[in-house]
């Protein structure tokens, strides 16, 4: 199963853009990159998806270098209601099993 | 449309009690997954289901937990006996299918004293 590697936590402030990369170093060929947010007592959303170059939705921008190894989850202007805990799973999506690991604490400060 | 529902969100019981959780996946959605949550081990799969048949069971801790999915609209988690260390928040998820995100419901809060 692959395994991903993200920072475990980070930093910023109101107004700012807010970039946390992920290493996809195992990825397999027909698995997706799929980005989760989680806040405190609430289980974790889905914010994006994509395969390789760029995918934008009205939250985030989702990065994705040709060789897949990666991925940048971008966040525009971030605000104190994006303090949440990121994720970036591995794991086998085609079979259905993925696996969360200890994600990015993101932390936005006024 | 209605996300993934759980119940109970809270259950405080104690030790050696059977524990039963519930979830009603989003109709339509053919995967269903169970995960526990604790800040020690994080996010972990325990066990999911395709089409109401279990497929991956390997993350299930020990032979006191089981789960069934008797339909597409129902799924049980039960723990029998319940110990202090199975307290954890219990999330449920469901997918259309493979590659589909998944979407959880918010999860039950257990303590076993």
């Known amino acids: 199963l692959a395994k991903t590697t993200q920072p475990i936590s980070m930093d910023s402030y109101e107004g700012q853009e807010v970039n946390i990369t992920c290493s996809h170093n195992?990825?397999?060929?027909?698995?997706?990159i799929t980005w989760y947010q989680q806040f405190p007592s609430q289980g974790p959303r889905f914010i994006i998806q994509g395969y390789k170059t760029k995918v934008t939705n009205e939250v985030a921008s989702l990065f994705i270098p040709a060789d897949r190894k990666s991925s940048t989850l971008s966040l525009p202007r971030v605000s104190l209601s994006d303090t949440a805990v990121y994720y970036c799973p591995g794991g086998n999506s085609s079979a259905s099993k993925i696996i969360f690991g200890s994600g990015t604490r993101l932390s936005i400060r006024p | 449309d209605a996300g993934v529902i759980q119940s109970p969100r809270h259950e405080v019981t104690e030790m050696g009690q059977e524990v039963t959780l519930r979830c009603k996946p989003i109709?339509?959605?053919?995967?269903l997954f169970w995960y526990r949550q604790t800040m020690m081990r994080g996010l972990e799969l325990l066990i999911y289901f395709n089409n109401n048949v279990p497929i991956d069971d390997s993350g299930m801790p020990e032979d006191r937990f089981s789960a069934k999915m008797p339909n597409a609209s129902f799924s049980t988690l039960k723990i029998q006996p319940s110990e202090p260390r199975d307290s954890a928040v219990y999330f449920c998820a469901s997918s259309k299918t493979g590659n589909q995100p998944q979407h959880f419901g918010d999860g039950t809060r257990l303590s076993i004293l």
């Open positions: 109709s339509g959605h053919n995967s």
């Open positions: 195992n990825i397999a060929t027909n698995d997706y």
